[in-house]
């Protein structure tokens, strides 16, 4: 017989258990961050469902459909691990690699902001679409995927670099967990265009989603998996310890997942929970917001503008002004050369 399942909300340090129905509970819903674990497993993970947020961000600066798939798993990425964040601070994906999609940046700034943006090779891009060869590992090529923590003034950047040569992110994000974290982590990643009613008719949105899971025991007998790859062990190895096929269950339970359940928004996240961890009791924390939001500002543009010499500001004129337009967000600023005549 199944265990009974158990499902509790955490919302300012106040918990509630019960044995509700679905429905009984509220929804995070679109753009929230929805932290989650399940005891019996030693499991904690976040899971998300991105929807007007993603669109806008993919929508104004028209991507091409490719490049637009690409960067939505880079934001989704970030939103997973930028949340996990205890301080003020930011969490920083870029890529750099040789092939058409040359650099996938998002950057998340705690408590809630996000901003991405791709850059790439229209002529080579193109070449790729018309020949039906769009697959990411054709898309990114070579290079390195860079994760980034940045915890301010003061302090020292944390970086880890992944190998990206002929990986998808999510294989990526995985390799990263091995090697520099070395806590067993799976991630599931999915994007999509879904067609949604309106006033004037029907219109594409992009939706993206993701899950998130981490076995994180408690106890000291289980803290340390020593034939995790990237630990000391042979990397080919599996976890063989008996106490850990809680970690094995749970990679089997995340194989279940279809794509379309991470987008679904008549899913949503919680309901998702529910069908994964039902049997187990799944504890699920308030979900955290995240927000189509630039950190960029005239002051700050003015800032860096300030500190250029004469000859500079002569060279970054044209027509007359000096326009600057950021590469997130896509908003100009524009300037009279005059404002810094005295440097």
Same mark, same amino acid.
């Given at each position: 017989?199944?265990?009974?399942?158990?499902?509790?909300?955490?919302?300012?340090?106040?918990?509630?258990?019960?044995?509700?129905?679905?429905?009984?509970?509220?929804?995070?819903?679109?753009?929230?961050?929805?932290?989650?674990?399940?005891?019996?497993?030693?499991?904690?993970?976040?899971?998300?469902?991105?929807?007007?947020?993603?669109?806008?961000?993919?929508?104004?600066?028209?991507?091409?459909?490719?490049?637009?798939?690409?960067?939505?798993? /880079?934001?989704?990425?970030?939103?997973?691990?930028?949340?996990?964040?205890?301080?003020?601070?930011?969490?920083?994906?870029?890529?750099?690699?040789?092939?058409?999609?040359?650099?996938?940046?998002?950057?998340?700034?705690?408590?809630?902001?996000?901003?991405?943006?791709?850059?790439?090779?229209?002529?080579?891009?193109?070449?790729?679409? /018309?020949?039906?060869?769009?697959?990411?590992?054709?898309?990114?090529?070579?290079?390195?995927?860079?994760?980034?923590?940045?915890?301010?003034?003061?302090?020292?950047?944390?970086?880890?670099?992944?190998?990206?040569?002929?990986?998808?992110?999510?294989?990526?994000?995985?390799?990263?967990?091995?090697?520099?974290?070395?806590?067993?982590?799976?991630?599931?990643?999915?994007?999509?265009?879904?067609?949604?009613?309106?006033?004037?008719?029907?219109?594409?949105?992009?939706?993206?989603?993701?899950?998130? /899971?981490?076995?994180?025991?408690?106890?000291?007998?289980?803290?340390?998996?020593?034939?995790?790859?990237?630990?000391?062990?042979?990397?080919?190895?599996?976890?063989?310890?008996?106490?850990?096929?809680?970690?094995?269950?749970?990679?089997?339970?995340?194989?279940?997942?279809?794509?379309?359940?991470?987008?679904?928004?008549?899913?949503?996240?919680?309901?998702?929970?529910?069908?994964?961890?039902?049997?187990?009791?799944?504890?699920?924390?308030?979900?955290?917001?995240?927000?189509?939001?630039?950190?960029?500002?005239?002051?700050?543009?003015?800032?860096?503008?300030?500190?250029?010499?004469?000859?500079?500001?002569?060279?970054?004129?044209?027509?007359?002004?000096?326009?600057?337009?950021?590469?997130?967000?896509?908003?100009?600023?524009?300037?009279?050369?005059?404002?810094?005549?005295?440097?």
């Amino acid at each position: 017989m199944a265990a009974p399942w158990s499902f509790v909300m955490l919302e300012s340090h106040q918990v509630t258990e019960h044995h509700p129905k679905l429905g009984e509970f509220g929804y995070a819903g679109d753009d929230h961050v929805v932290p989650f674990e399940v005891g019996p497993l030693d499991v904690r993970g976040r899971t998300v469902q991105l929807g007007p947020m993603l669109d806008a961000i993919l929508g104004r600066h028209d991507y091409p459909e490719p490049v637009a798939r690409l960067l939505a798993e /880079a934001c989704v990425l970030t939103v997973l691990l930028g949340t996990s964040l205890k301080f003020e601070g930011k969490f920083i994906l870029q890529t750099r690699t040789d092939g058409p999609v040359d650099m996938l940046v998002a950057d998340f700034s705690t408590p809630s902001a996000l901003r991405a943006y791709a850059r790439f090779d229209a002529d080579r891009l193109e070449a790729l679409v /018309a020949a039906g060869e769009t697959s990411q590992q054709t898309l990114l090529g070579s290079g390195v995927l860079a994760l980034t923590i940045d915890q301010g003034a003061h302090t020292q950047r944390y970086q880890g670099i992944v190998q990206l040569d002929g990986e998808t992110l999510e294989d990526a994000a995985r390799t990263y967990f091995r090697q520099s974290e070395q806590i067993p982590t799976d991630i599931r990643l999915s994007v999509a265009k879904l067609l949604t009613p309106g006033v004037s008719g029907a219109r594409e949105q992009w939706r993206a989603g993701g899950i998130l /899971a981490q076995f994180l025991p408690q106890s000291p007998e289980r803290m340390r998996v020593p034939d995790l790859p990237g630990g000391d062990g042979d990397p080919r190895d599996e976890i063989h310890d008996p106490a850990d096929n809680s970690w094995q269950e749970l990679l089997a339970l995340l194989g279940t997942i279809e794509p379309t359940e991470l987008i679904d928004p008549t899913i949503g996240a919680e309901r998702l929970l529910y069908r994964l961890f039902h049997e187990h009791g799944v504890r699920v924390f308030g979900g955290v917001p995240v927000a189509d939001q630039c950190s960029c500002s005239r002051d700050k543009i003015r800032g860096i503008l300030e500190g250029f010499s004469a000859q500079e500001i002569k060279d970054s004129t044209e027509d007359g002004g000096i326009h600057v337009a950021c590469e997130f967000c896509s908003k100009q600023y524009d300037f009279d050369p005059a404002e810094f005549a005295a440097q």
